[in-house]
């Protein structure tokens, strides 16, 4: 889709949320890439980020995911963000980093351990570089809580049981090996939930994350948190939409279009 055409459908989407009320409980961001110019929709601008963890700060306050839910029934929790950052991309210790170390806020890096420990790219082409384990150290003690994203980033749909233990153990072990860290928070691959991934994630793990969904508020189940997708093509005004309203029925386009219907 090209970029008047997502804009348009942009568009629409603001228009069909106009019905929808400010959404409650705190906004839990999600970013993959920062300033990495590959014109993918996961990704957000150098620009983009630095307005956006501006506005964030004028307009609430940047807090951890484990503070965000223990304050969701506040009634001001619609103005706690939490920054996650999925995967592990080198551009997130090179451009978000920095700046983030500057506003001295807490974020969550969710890794995939394997490109991580192998220095493979992470994308095909070689484009995007993972993260290693010493930026990966450096920005745990700059206030990162590192948690994980598996080892090699399967869709747990349609992934057995033994595969996803197998995933699950080799990624935590790897982070407390290289970091010295136990990992205490899961991000599913893709944002997609699975009823035979919950059960062994439950165990090992205190909260889990996916894609978009329902709000945040303070009866959620800690193991199925919903996101809020942050995309190169929001720019200013599609940005505080989504913070206000979570562009709901985008959302709900998106889901149908992938297939998934969550839980």
């Known amino acids: 889709m090209n970029k008047v055409l997502r804009a ?3 568009s629409v989407f603001a228009a069909a949320d106009v019905p929808y009320r400010r959404r ?3 906004r839990i961001l999600i970013y993959h890439q ?3 110019s590959l014109g993918r929709q ?4 150098t620009a983009a980020f630095e307005f956006q963890l501006r506005w964030l700060l004028e307009n609430g306050s940047i807090v951890s995911l484990d503070e965000a839910l ?3 029934a506040e009634p001001d929790a619609d103005k706690l963000y939490v920054l996650t950052f999925d995967d592990g991309y080198r551009d997130v210790y090179d451009t978000a980093y920095p700046m983030l170390a500057a506003a001295g806020v807490p974020f969550v890096v969710y890794v995939t351990t394997e490109p991580v420990d192998s220095g493979r790219a992470m994308t095909p082409g070689g484009q995007a570089e993972p993260l290693t384990w010493d930026q990966l150290a ?3 003690e700059g206030g990162a809580t590192i948690g994980s994203h598996t080892h090699t980033h399967p ?3 349609g992934t057995p049981a033994d595969v996803i233990a197998s995933e699950l153990a080799e990624s935590d072990w790897l982070i407390e090996k290289r970091l010295g860290i136990r990992s205490e928070h899961f991000c599913y691959p893709y944002g997609y ?4 991934a919950e059960p062994l994630i439950r165990e090992r793990y205190r909260t889990a994350t996916l894609g978009a969904g329902p709000p945040v508020l303070p009866d959620n189940h800690r193991h199925r948190i919903h996101r809020v997708p942050i995309q190169l093509s929001d720019g200013k005004l599609f940005f505080t939409r989504k913070m206000k309203s979570g562009m709901v029925f985008e959302e709900k386009v998106r889901r149908r279009i992938a297939g998934y219907q969550g839980f």
């Not at 939930?193 to 035979?196: C, E, I, L």
Request: glycine fraction near 8%; proline fraction near 12%; aromatic fraction near 4%.
């Open 138 to 140: 450096e920005m745990a």
């Open 193 to 196: 939930w699975s009823p035979t």
């Open 8 to 10: 348009a459908a942009k």
């Open 70 to 72: 223990e304050r969701a």
């Open 24 to 26: 409650p409980g705190p």
């Open 42 to 45: 996961m990704e957000v601008s």
């Open 34 to 36: 920062v300033g990495s």
């Open 155 to 157: 869709d747990m749909r």
